[in-house]
T-cell receptor
Framework: QKEVEQNSGPLSVPEGAIASLNCTYS??????FFWYRQYSGKSPELIMS????GDKEDGRFTAQLNKASQYVSLLIRDSQPSDSATYLC????????????FGQGTRLTINP | GAGVSQSPRYKVAKRGQDVALRCDPI?????LFWYQQALGQGPEFLTY????????KSGLPSDRFFAERPEGSVSTLKIQRTQQEDSAVYLC???????????FGQGTRLTVV
C-alpha cells in the first residue's frame, strides 16, 4: 500500500462547477498536509496547507482534513479552465515540510 | 531572484557520465530539499539539509547519488556513473525553517541516453 494515495484521474469537471480532489494517507503520525498544483512541464506550486482537523478556505480553494479517517481533500469552487493541472497531495510529519511524501497526483481537466 | 533557482534546466548525459545539478534556494531559507520526479509520478524525497548539515539522506537511491550544501546556501546534487533509470526531473525546494511550507524550483530534467 502506498503511503499517500490519490485517484490518478483524469477528472473532468465543467467550467463553473466544484472540483473535488481526494487523498488518503497511511501514517497516523502525519501532522502537516499540503496541496500542490503542477502544470505540465512545470514545478509544483503550493496552493494550500492544513495542519488541524476541519476546513481551511482560501479564495476558491477549500482544504478539508479528517485525521481520524486519514483523509484530506481539496475543493475548487467555480472551476476555471486555468485550474486544469495535476494536483499533488503531500503529507509531512511532525516537523512540517521535512520529507514530504507525495501522492502520484490527480489530473484535473476543466471543460469550458 | 525571488524564487528557488535550479541549473541546468535540461541535461542530457551519456550512460556512465557523472552529472552535477545546482540549486540556489530562496535567500535566508534554512531548509533545503531534493526530490526526484519520474514521469507521471509524484515527487519522491531524496535528501534534506538544515543549513549545511545533511540531516536526512534516506531517499538517495544508491551510493552513486551524493548531495552537499557546504556553506548552507547553494546545494549540488551529484550523480556518478549515470544509468538510464536516473532519467527524471530533479526538484529542489527550500523553506524558511523546517516547520513551514516548502517552495519548489523549476527543476532539472535529466535524460540519460
Amino acid at each position: 500500500q502506498k503511503e499517500v494515495e490519490q485517484n490518478s484521474g483524469p477528472l473532468s469537471v465543467p467550467e463553473g462547477a466544484i472540483a473535488s480532489l481526494n487523498c488518503t494517507y497511511s501514517d497516523r503520525v502525519s501532522q502537516s498536509f499540503f496541496w500542490y498544483r503542477q502544470y505540465s512541464g512545470k514545478s509544483p506550486e503550493l496552493i494550500m496547507s492544513i495542519y488541524s482537523n476541519g476546513d481551511k478556505e482560501d479564495g476558491r480553494f477549500t482544504a478539508q482534513l479528517n485525521k481520524a479517517s486519514q483523509y484530506v481533500s481539496l475543493l475548487i469552487r467555480d472551476s476555471q479552465p486555468s485550474d486544469s493541472a495535476t494536483y499533488l497531495c503531500a503529507v509531512g510529519g511532525i516537523q512540517g515540510a521535512q520529507k514530504l511524501v507525495f501522492g502520484q497526483g490527480t489530473r484535473l481537466t476543466i471543460n469550458p | 531572484g525571488a524564487g528557488v533557482s535550479q541549473s541546468p534546466r535540461y541535461k542530457v548525459a551519456k550512460r556512465g557520465q557523472d552529472v552535477a545539478l545546482r540549486c540556489d534556494p530562496i535567500s535566508g531559507h534554512v531548509s533545503l530539499f531534493w526530490y526526484q520526479q519520474a514521469l507521471g509520478q509524484g515527487p519522491e524525497f531524496l535528501t534534506y539539509f538544515q543549513n549545511e548539515a545533511q540531516l536526512d539522506k534516506s531517499g538517495l537511491p544508491s551510493d552513486r547519488f551524493f548531495a552537499e550544501r557546504p556553506e548552507g546556501s547553494v546545494s549540488t546534487l551529484k550523480i556518478q556513473r549515470t544509468q538510464q533509470e536516473d532519467s527524471a526531473v530533479y526538484l529542489c525546494a527550500s523553506s524558511p525553517d523546517r516547520n513551514t511550507e516548502a517552495f519548489f524550483g523549476q527543476g532539472t530534467r535529466l535524460t540519460v541516453v
